[in-house]
């Protein structure tokens, strides 16, 4: 599930031209699919890691509603990637990020 997320991303990235909103609102998705990146963003506690991190608090938040979370967030937390809420990120923006996870989960980006 992991290698087809973050295949899906990288084809996600492919599609889109230029830096455009879609591309900068995905960099805390990005984050995760980067296992040393993410560990050293951690480590420095950037503004991308809390973005990170405030992501994955808000999809454990809607499993419910994206039951395809469950077992990703599962894997990430397997590669000792976990959320925690720093309230840094709109909702807006979370929203968005959740509908693109989702649609990668769904491999709509996977081919």
């Known amino acids: 599930m992991y290698r087809i997320f973050c295949e899906s991303y990288n084809n996600f990235l492919n599609t889109i031209d230029g830096d455009?909103?879609?591309k900068k609102m995905s960099e805390p998705i990005g984050l995760l699919t980067n296992i040393d990146r993410y560990n050293k963003e951690k480590k420095e506690n950037t503004t991308l890691y809390k973005k990170?991190?405030?992501?994955?608090?808000?999809?454990?938040?809607?499993?419910k509603k994206y039951p395809r979370f469950k077992a990703f967030l599962w894997t990430l937390q397997a590669r000792?990637?976990?959320?925690?809420?720093?309230?840094?990120s709109s909702k807006e923006d979370l929203e968005e990020q959740l509908k693109l996870i989702n649609s990668f989960l769904k491999l709509s980006y996977w081919y």
Not at 52 to 59: D, G, Q
């Open 20 to 22: 455009c909103y879609r």
């Open 52 to 63: 990170s991190s405030c992501l994955l608090y808000f999809m454990y938040q809607n499993i």
């Open 80 to 88: 000792n990637i976990d959320g925690k809420n720093y309230n840094i």
